[in-house]
């Protein structure tokens, strides 16, 4: 997405690069089913920690000033704590995850829409990731090769469309943005088991995901190119897909956050930190919980850890 937040230019003109890697890591330990938190699950010592550290790596080429091409790919490191038979253990994965590639477009011409503009996005998702990573997990029948939990997958094994929009308008010093992403997933399941004890949840499902951010930032010391930034963040996982069946095991929910964060810009260099914080938190029923008549939980983090960096040339 082009860089914004600073007096830095979006607009990367004919024949210019940005490249970018970008750093995510949360704890999840916090139970939910729907909106209210299971806090018997930390007193009694069986919630499960899930430790994300997601790492993102791409570069965008600008054809035009209005048109350009982004190629991403996700680097997975997570682990997953659980206890079973009486102990507490550690699954653990890493891996490349899922290639994205997405062409966008500026939809006002930037010589005459430079204070507010709407770029729109339509890419493809590839199943590079491995969806069926395994791990020994330890059972009442003794320790056990099976799959690890979907939450730590490096991918989903299904290939996807994606669809986003960014719009900005400087208002003074200040910028306003507003950027969301949708990510269609058709496939149905991805026929990797779950080694869940429920027929309807054996194989895991191929989900939509979605990610919806408005936001603005102030310049505080605009000759070293440092902006405070504060954005509300909505992102999660619907129970049906919007084309395609949603059937399998999946754990739809949102969670709602505030992020306070800043960005640095000196030359073609951009570095962001933010922390989202969560302010809200629901662990919505899936259709197999529909089916069967229940509603099952999902652990969710307290804050995420965001840090990003660019470079344009």
Do not use: C
């Not at 018997?40 to 209005?66: C, K, P, Q």
């Not at 996807?160 to 058709?186: C, E, H, Q, W």
């Not at 084309?243 to 030359?267: C, H, M, Q, T, W």
């Amino acid at each position: 997405m082009p860089v914004i937040g600073t007096d830095k230019s979006p607009f990367l003109g004919k024949g210019k690069w940005q490249v970018f890697t970008g750093y995510r890591f949360q704890r999840s330990d916090r139970h939910f089913v729907g909106k209210v938190e299971q806090k018997n699950r930390l007193s009694e010592g069986t919630e499960v920690l899930n430790n994300i550290h997601l790492m993102d790596f791409g570069a965008t080429y600008s054809f035009n000033d209005r048109y350009s091409m982004t190629i991403g790919l996700p680097l997975l490191i997570a682990d997953r704590s659980q206890r079973a038979a009486g102990t507490r253990f550690t699954t653990e994965t890493n891996g490349i995850g899922d290639l994205s590639v997405t062409g966008r477009t500026w939809l006002g011409n930037p010589s005459t829409h430079s204070q507010q503009n709407i770029s729109v996005g339509f890419g493809m998702k590839f199943p590079t990731g491995e969806p069926g990573n395994t791990d020994t997990f330890i059972t009442a029948n003794g320790p056990q090769v099976r799959t690890v939990d979907q939450s730590i997958q490096a991918g989903d094994g299904g290939y996807g469309f994606i669809v986003d929009m960014m719009a900005f308008k400087r208002i003074k010093r200040s910028t306003v943005t507003l950027a969301g992403t949708y990510l269609f997933n058709p496939r149905d399941t991805n026929g990797v088991r779950t080694f869940r004890n429920r027929p309807s949840e054996a194989i895991m499902s191929v989900s939509d995901q979605y990610l919806l951010r408005l936001g603005a930032s102030y310049p505080i010391f605009p000759e070293h190119g440092f902006s405070l930034t504060m954005a509300g963040r909505w992102e999660g996982v619907p129970a049906r897909d919007l084309i395609g069946k949603s059937n399998g095991f999946r754990r739809p929910g949102y969670a709602v956050s505030l992020e306070p964060g800043f960005v640095l810009s000196r030359g073609g260099d951009t570095i962001g930190f933010s922390v989202p914080f969560a302010v809200s938190r629901n662990r919505t029923r899936s259709v197999p919980d529909i089916l069967d008549g229940r509603h099952g939980d999902a652990a969710f983090a307290d804050y995420i850890i965001l840090i990003g960096y660019s470079h344009r040339f």
